[in-house]
């Protein structure tokens, strides 16, 4: 994780433990999906279309890390097993910064798929 050529808070280039393997989502949260889940959450009910760009099919804007925090918590809490990919989880999460970046990368160092 890392560059070489970066900025200085992307340096040095380190190695990271990663899980054998993770789930990350290749849709965006849309207008429509975040205002059914806040709908249901006391604390977000009054935020429920922070969206400048409206659109029910957009993506979702100007939700702060405590709101996503919150969006996910009730995922994990609400979703059933039965909708959830193979492997146990259950968990819905922001991405790590490393899993973000491998992610990114494909899974090499140099972003070049192998």
Request: with cysteine; proline share 8%.
């Amino acid at each position: 994780m890392g560059s070489r050529d970066g900025e200085a808070d992307e340096k040095p280039v380190h190695r990271v433990v990663m899980p054998d393997y993770f789930y990350l989502g290749i849709d965006v949260v849309t207008q429509k999906q975040y205002a059914a889940v806040a709908q249901r959450i006391a604390k977000l009910k009054e935020r429920a279309d922070p969206s400048e760009i409206k659109g029910i099919h957009h993506p979702v804007e100007n939700v702060d890390w405590w709101e996503t925090d919150r969006f996910c918590q009730w995922l994990t809490q609400n979703i059933p097993a039965s909708q959830l990919p193979p492997g146990g989880f259950n968990l819905f999460c922001l991405p790590t910064e490393a899993e973000w970046e491998y992610a990114c990368r494909a899974g090499t160092a140099t972003g070049t798929p192998k």
